[in-house]
Each structure stands twice: as C-alpha cells, then as structure tokens.
C-alpha cells in the first residue's frame, strides 16, 4: 500500500517542486499539472479544499518563473534539439511541446532555431538520425534491405515523416564513417 500524501503547505508544494525540477526540464504548465495532481491527491486524501492549493501552484510557478528557474523558451529550443537528435520530424516536435504546455511563440521560436541549425533539410537529418537508430535501409544487410523496403517505409510514417523525406532517408547509403554500419 502506498503511504499516504502529506497535506499541502507551501513549503511542502516548495519542496516537491524543486525536487521535480531537480530530475526534469520542464516548462511552467507542466510543472503546474504536476503539482495540481498532487494537490488534488493531498486534497482528496485530507477533504482540503483544492482551490486553496491551485493558488499556491499559481504562486509558486509564478515565482519560478519570475527568478528564471523555469524558461519556456529555453525548455522549448532544449527539448526540440533533443527529439531532432532523437529523430524526430519538425511537426511532431511542434505537437510534443504543446503537449507539454508551451506556448505557440516558443514553439515557432525553437522551430526556427532548430531550421537555421540544421539547414533547410531538417526533417531528412531527423529521419537519417531515425533510419541510423532503428537499423532500416541502409543499416540493414544488405540482403534484406530490399525485402524490409516497405516496412522501412511505414516505419518512417509512422513516425510522422512526408513520403518524399522517407524515401530519401531510405535511398542514402550509410556512412561508412559512422559506427554500426552493416555492409
């Protein structure tokens, strides 16, 4: 059985939100649904009023927010240079940061960085760092890239990429530069 929460007090909020920020990045309304869960855990454990701890997450993120703690911008531009690593397409970047709370400016601002970083063939460098990850294409044998072709393929979509940057991903030979690379 799981112990039960601690009734919320601002210190007790404090504290339980510095330790989030300590393990994750995260932007304001992330962390402001993270701690309205355990507030409505605490409230409906203690038969406390909820509204009363939504005011004291209103402050704190407020504050947080004020002393540079929490940046969405910077949560924004970190994450989108994480997921492109991660191989993943210009669009489902912009769909993981709404998710996660950020604003549309922050979004468009950390696409634009990311499109001047990586060059007008964002989402082709996205799928290369994809097709690399997930051994397709040109990472097979080359026995089998042939017959894996279309797989390769619905992978790519399905991952979020267009057709066309699917098919030049696939259509590329494997550095032979890069580690793991099967010829």
Known sequence: MSKPPRRISPSVLENIALHYLDRFDSSA??????LMRRVARAARHHGDDPAEGAALVAALVAGFCASGLIDDARFAENRSRSLH?????????????????VGDEEIAAALADLAEETGAAGDLAAARHYVRRRRLG?????????A??????AALARAGFSWGVAQAALD??????????VR
Do not use: F, M
Request: charged fraction near 45%.
């Open 172 to 181: 590329e030979d494997a550095d032979p530069g890069e580690s793991g690379a």
């Open 29 to 34: 309304e992330n962390l402001r649904r993270v």
């Open 148 to 153: 894996r072709r279309d797989k390769d393929l």
């Open 138 to 146: 040109p990472w097979r044998p080359p026995e089998e890239r042939a």
């Open 85 to 101: 690593r991660r191989g993943r397409p210009a669009r489902a970047i912009r769909q993981t940061l709404a998710a996660k709370g």
